[in-house]
């Protein structure tokens, strides 16, 4: 887990070394691209110095719910307070694609919002352009989004980082995806 640049220089001087071995030894090898994970507070904080040191962010959202939140996904006794639509994950994930597009570098989104179709489309809207997730889930993902206009999913995403509490945020993903997109999004497959 990245938290800052020394993180990465770290991880660049392991790979900088094993370069030399490689030339040392004779033997060929093709550049390694550097990049960071980012799902931890610390690492979105620092995304726009961290973005300057690497080729491309890999976005965790799993991990930065988690962490953003301080909550233990697997402990039933607090898994409520596990949100992913709460706004300090969606601010940590606006943040960090700004930090990005800022340093040119792309971003890959992984996690369980790259492969649920609403939460795809708040990424969408939020500027996210590469999803990582299983394979049987790209064609359920890919028919969702080719369906969705993206200045409607930034519209809603607007509205979304206006709100004070992820209970907010969820009613207007229902209320806007139902009214929007009733035939894609029945009332069970939203938060």
């Known amino acids: 887990m990245v938290v800052d640049v020394a993180d990465v220089r770290m991880a660049k001087a392991v790979v900088d070394e094993e370069e030399e071995q490689l030339k040392k030894a004779g033997i060929e090898f093709a550049p390694v691209k550097i990049g960071a994970m980012i799902e931890v507070p610390a690492a979105v904080l620092t995304a726009d110095r961290i973005a300057n040191e690497v080729d491309f962010f890999e976005l965790g959202t799993n991990d930065l719910v988690q962490y953003t939140l301080a909550v233990d996904?697997?402990?039933?006794?607090?898994?409520?307070?596990?949100?992913?639509?709460?706004?300090?994950?969606?601010?940590?994930?606006?943040?960090?694609?700004?930090?990005?597009?800022?340093a040119q570098i792309p971003v890959i989104v992984c996690g369980e919002m790259?492969?649920?179709?609403?939460?795809?489309?708040?990424?969408?809207?939020?500027?996210?352009?590469?999803?990582?997730?299983?394979?049987?889930?790209?064609?359920?993902?890919?028919?969702?989004?080719?369906?969705i206009d993206t200045s409607e999913?930034?519209?809603?995403?607007?509205?979304?980082?206006?709100?004070?509490?992820?209970?907010?945020?969820?009613?207007?993903?229902?209320?806007?995806?139902?009214?929007?997109?009733?035939?894609?999004f029945p009332l069970k497959n939203l938060p």
């Open 153 to 184: 999913a930034r519209d809603i995403v607007g509205n979304c980082l206006t709100c004070a509490t992820a209970d907010e945020v969820e009613e207007i993903v229902r209320v806007e995806f139902r009214r929007r997109w009733p035939d894609l």
């Open 73 to 102: 996904r697997g402990n039933d006794a607090v898994s409520e307070w596990f949100r992913t639509l709460h706004p300090a994950v969606l601010f940590g994930i606006k943040r960090s694609l700004e930090a990005a597009e800022q």
């Open 114 to 147: 790259a492969s649920t179709p609403a939460y795809a489309v708040l990424l969408l809207g939020l500027g996210a352009r590469d999803l990582s997730m299983t394979p049987a889930l790209i064609p359920r993902i890919r028919s969702t989004l080719s369906q």
